[in-house]
């Protein structure tokens, strides 16, 4: 497996349970320009995997710019910086990543690798966008692309029409839709949101007496309080979160996590109001298409929590 990350406090969780669980070989992690800067990224990627004393796993920090600019000024967000914090409050400061040259390592990594490795990416999709369009014939090493990003029945989290990750790169999102991946498969948040957890489970994971338990809580109580500042009457008077990209890891580990289904996805790249959408065509013929992901339309919220557990006893 390799993680692509704009490592704030849903992406640390993610990045816990890959790189504990025993069934997953975390090749290396990459960062990118999303949630945070590329830089803080790489910085909170690095100290996750020191706080859980897995700092053998490599980090290549990725691209500090999007794919393409946008062509519209952001539209101010109120709760923008609210839900990941600059500096994660684990690990240590000063640690350096194995390289400044991430894209380059992931096509140099692929092009190396001796048996399929599956992608997930839990950011813009920017870095895998440029590896694609460099050196395409590196699909030939993965066996799947996992992505968070995008929703259907739900209304976006970053914009009325979209979600962050694809919002925050249409025209890479759109790069890597279009490329031809045998299996794509996205996790919306239609999905996401059925995975809540709660200050109770924050409650249980310090008990374990674990790094890895004492990491997620403390990023993840964080991200609760947000969601309570931000959606008291939602999400947040739950007094929970969901974890997005935890999710997707979740997936790679036990596929049964998530019921998905064939669709055509395309992303707005033009229209002011709906850039960054993802439209989803579940009827293929509709659109003159064929399928080109599998879609999670529901996601098993026991099965989840029973996956985290297990990765934060170890």
């Known amino acids: 497996m390799i ?109 190396r690798a001796t048996h399929p490795i599956t992608l997930i990416q839990v950011a813009p999709l920017t870095n895998l966008a440029a590896a694609l369009t460099v050196a395409p014939d590196v699909l030939d090493s993965v066996e799947e692309v996992i992505v968070m990003g995008g929703a259907w029945k739900k209304s976006g989290n970053r914009t009325p029409a979209a979600e962050f990750n694809i919002y925050a790169d249409p025209v890479a999102a759109d790069v890597v839709f279009r490329a031809g991946i045998e299996r794509l498969t996205v996790v919306p948040l239609d999905a996401t949101h059925e995975v809540l957890v709660s200050r109770d489970d924050l409650r249980r994971y310090r008990e374990l007496e674990t790094s890895a338990g004492h990491v997620v809580s403390a990023v993840t109580e964080y991200y609760i309080d947000s969601y309570y500042a931000t959606d008291p009457h939602g999400i947040g008077a739950l007094l929970s979160a969901p974890l997005h990209d935890a999710l997707c890891v979740a997936y790679a ?48 919220s026991e099965r989840f929590h029973r996956i985290l557990d297990d990765c934060l006893k170890r």
């Open 3 to 111: 993680l692509d990350v704009d490592t704030g406090n849903d992406d640390a969780v993610a990045l816990t349970m890959a790189a504990m669980h025993p069934d997953v070989e975390l090749v290396g992690c990459t960062t990118v320009v999303g949630n945070l800067t590329r830089d803080q990224a790489t910085d909170n990627t690095l100290r996750v995997l020191h706080a859980i004393g897995k700092s053998e796993v490599e980090v290549h920090a990725g691209l500090a710019r999007r794919f393409a600019p946008s062509p519209y000024p952001s539209a101010p967000n109120p709760a923008e910086g609210m839900f990941h914090q600059d500096t994660l409050p684990v690990g240590v400061a000063g640690l350096t990543p194995h390289s400044w040259r991430g894209v380059e390592w992931l096509v140099e990594t692929l092009r």
């Open 253 to 300: 580990i036990e596929p049964a996590v998530l019921e998905l289904t064939e669709v055509t996805v395309d992303v707005e790249t033009v229209s002011p109001q709906n850039y960054g959408r993802t439209t989803i065509d579940y009827l293929h013929g509709s659109s003159g298409t064929v399928g080109n992901a599998r879609f999670a339309v529901h996601a098993d």
